[in-house]
DNA sequence: GAATGTGAATTTCTTCACAGCG
DNA sequence: CGCTGTGAAGAAATTCACATTC
């Protein structure tokens, strides 16, 4: 499939073609009027406007299951990311391999990180190593870190935190089996504008805004 | 601190008092004028309209490193959700202890959904197997599945899923990482709206609807 | 003829601002 | 007096619709 029309890509994602029209405008005009946009082309524009075509060396510190399920995690080298160390803070984690990779120690970090070039950070740890941890990246020179860890970490101007918490996924599919479950109530109900929308089937979904902890 | 105003959960959470008063409006009135809102009385109600106060039970199918980390992981019991089994193909981990529960065999999986009143499932298989245990799953009567597959399932209508894409949250984080090392060019760009917006501090975030796989 | 790119219209979301209540 | 709850105003996002290009 060389080509593909806007309207084609709006119906596999599930959007209006308008939208996914003006939104490729944003990035330049890559359509041909009368054809559509050459698939080839249009993935690599996007590809490089995302970053994807850049490499992005990342470190992985807390290397316990779920760490170990990142550093297995074959979805991180086709996105241009390439895990550059593993790191722990249990002496006998040290050299044993994981992924193809031996565990370093928590003592390196910082040498690991600048000895890479690393910018991007991943924390996996226990919670109350979380801070610490992430201190220590941002001094050594981390300016992006993605936290599972179950804390609210505090950073300094110009470092970005992204949180994971893989509860918040399950709580959307709960919210949404519980208004499946009560759908005749659903009348009568000052139905909330937010809370009434039915989930879609695409890769989509919201999430409120304030939740509590 | 018994009481909390909207001006203050507004500061805290990063948005306007007047959206949060309008958000909190739509579940009904549960502030005193002058007051503000009786922060258990708040809790409880936004805990009772999100599910949290109701027990889910789930199955983790796939109990690798990912799906040991998901049974480990002890944030779900605090939102209410109780792993009731955890299920995986493999004989040789039949029985074998996990986050202090047994290892089933996926042959008993009709039987763990119906025996436990299921009606969500996490897939934590990998790519190959995750359809076929989705297509169970859903037979047996799991009506939303949150899957860390690195695949799209298809799903009958009124079965709601939810993709993980660990990568996803990465890839947030090294665009805004390439923004940042390209500052200067952004100047003469012509910059689209929402690749623009500079990544706030808040727990939020932009995630571009449409994705090339 | 077919499909893009984009101003204009429309819809949705957010914020303002203030009446009304405790 | 302080703070909620909410109409009205304003801003932003989405969709329409069509001139334009291949």
Redesign the pocket.
Known sequence: MPTV???ELAAAAG?????L??D??YLG?????????DVEYLVYQISRELGLTQDWPVVIVGIGNLGAALANYGGFASRGFRVAALIDADPAMAGKPVAGMPVQHTDDLEKIIEDNGVSIGVIATPAGAAQQVCERLVAAGVTSILNFAPTVLSVPDGVDVRKVDLSIELQILAFHEQRKAGEDLAADDVVP??AAKQPRKGPDGDVPAVMPA
């Not at 959007?15 to 939208?19: I, T």
């Not at 005009?29 to 946009?37: I, L």
Request: charged letters at 20%; a positive charge.
């Open positions: 029309s806007s309207e959007v209006n073609s308008a939208k029209r003006k490729f405008s005009s890559y359509g041909t009027r009368g054809v559509g946009y504008p937010v």
